[in-house]
């Protein structure tokens, strides 16, 4: 019974982010969740997460109880995504604040399901040029950070920071100082490692 309570909530997570959403709208404060679900979880914590039969898009590594490929837990772009998406909009300081949309999964989902250690403090991460950076658990569980897969709608290549890219919530969350995060936004993400 117990399993199929949690497959449950999980079905009606999109629909509960939406009506979080919509309840914070009305608020002066941020809303507790700034963003729209878009699919839902095919997966729920716990599952067996099989190997991808696509093209590895994304390894996790280092402090996490699940793998699929020896030490590391790799994704291709339908196993990250059957993890459910969102997606919202940002005046994106690195493209001179214009509007855009973007969807994928949120980096604290993706540690859930990773099984992230309570212990782990960080998560290293490094780009297809090695370009690395460190992003705090804390900033992860604290924010709606997004993986990206899409912007305005479509997947982005490498030349678009595709496959992903971490997006950070500044439309909703005006503490996340845009002078400091901006060098965290890190795309055409390879690897994780979860500290």
Not at 38 to 50: E, K
């Amino acid at each position: 019974m117990l399993e199929w309570t949690k497959r449950l909530s999980y079905a009606f997570f999109p629909l509960f982010g939406v009506m979080l959403v919509l309840s914070a709208c009305g608020s002066s404060a941020p809303p507790a969740y700034a963003y729209v679900a878009v699919t839902p979880a095919y997966l729920v914590p716990g599952d067996n997460i099989p190997a991808p039969s696509g093209k590895v898009i994304l390894a996790l590594s280092g402090d996490i109880g699940v793998s699929n490929s020896g030490a590391n837990l790799n994704f291709d772009m339908n196993m990250l995504e059957q993890l459910g998406t969102v997606e919202y909009t940002i005046a994106d300081p690195w493209q001179d604040h214009e509007s855009v949309t973007y969807q994928g999964v949120l980096l604290s989902r993706l540690l859930e399901f990773a099984e992230a250690s309570d212990s782990a403090t960080t998560v290293h991460m490094v780009a297809l040029d090695d370009y690395a950076i460190d992003l705090s658990i804390e900033d992860i569980n604290r924010w709606p950070i997004l993986v990206a897969t899409q912007k305005n709608g479509s997947y982005m290549s490498i030349e678009n920071s595709g496959p992903s890219q971490i997006v950070f919530p500044y439309h909703a969350y005006p503490e996340i100082d845009e002078a400091i995060y901006k060098i965290l936004t890190i795309w055409n993400l390879r690897d994780m490692e979860v500290r």
